[in-house]
């Protein structure tokens, strides 16, 4: 995960467009072990009212210490619900093999886009959603 985040990556005008509704600027969560994570997204499902938050990431390489660690306080504070919105494909794929890499044994459910699909109209197969990748449990 490389924790940049940029406003032409966001996502966020898919999501207020999927039904989401933008919370206003990210607080920081306590975890555990002592340390602060800040979402780069919250949102909020209108349809269910679920909290959810959203890390924005760009195709750049990052060292797999720092994506290991990204990963454990986003499963951590989002309770091992993860969305995550990349901005192309092959980010999209890099991103959820290093997601399955870090939470390796933990029940986790992720959700993965890419904008460039998003953006050409592309929507997932399954339910017509914006979350192209989605797998739930182990």
């Known amino acids: 995960f490389s ?3 940029h406003s032409e990556y966001s996502g966020w005008e898919i999501l ?3 039904g989401y509704k933008i919370q206003g600027r990210a607080q920081a969560i306590n975890l555990s072990n002592g340390k602060t994570y800040i979402p780069d997204i919250v949102a909020v499902d209108t ?3 679920e909290v ?3 890390e ?3 195709d750049v390489s990052k060292d797999q ?3 290991k ?3 454990m306080k986003l499963y951590e504070a989002s309770n091992g619900n993860l969305y995550v919105f990349c901005d192309n494909l092959n980010c999209q794929r890099a991103i959820h093999g290093e997601i399955n890499l870090a939470l390796r044994g933990l029940n986790c459910n992720s959700f993965l886009t890419n904008l460039h699909g998003l953006r050409n109209g592309k929507r997932a197969g399954k339910d017509g959603g914006i979350w192209f990748s989605q797998r739930k449990g182990n």
């Open 3 to 5: 924790g940049t985040y």
């Open 16 to 18: 207020v467009e999927e």
């Open 52 to 54: 959810i938050f959203v």
């Open 56 to 58: 924005v990431e760009r």
């Open 47 to 49: 349809k269910t009212g």
């Open 65 to 67: 210490i720092s994506r």
């Open 69 to 71: 660690t990204k990963g």
